[in-house]
């Protein structure tokens, strides 16, 4: 039987799944408009080298939440 904070947490991580899939499928449409992977671009936006474009801040913001998701997902457990 699932305790009250059982279900919490499954629903926690349930959330962080569908959000880092949602984002992986964003940063595959930047992928594919660009043709650039979203690390390497990542790397040269934060050196500077991609400019300010709006797509571009959107980009780096989805790059950095999927991160976070990621990261959600490995203090949540992963999974019960």
């Keep these: 039987m699932m305790t009250t904070l059982d279900k919490v947490l499954a629903r926690e991580i349930e959330h962080a ?3 880092q ?4 499928g964003q940063l595959a449409g930047f992928e594919e408009r ?3 992977e979203s690390a390497d671009f990542y790397a040269r936006y934060e050196s500077g ?3 300010d474009a709006v797509d571009f801040v959107e980009w780096s913001a989805t790059v950095e939440m999927l991160g ?9 457990g992963n999974g019960l």
């Design 17 to 19: 799944r569908q959000l």
């Design 21 to 24: 899939a949602r984002l992986t």
């Design 34 to 36: 660009y043709g650039l």
């Design 49 to 51: 080298e991609m400019g």
């Design 68 to 76: 976070n998701a990621k990261e959600r997902l490995a203090l949540l």
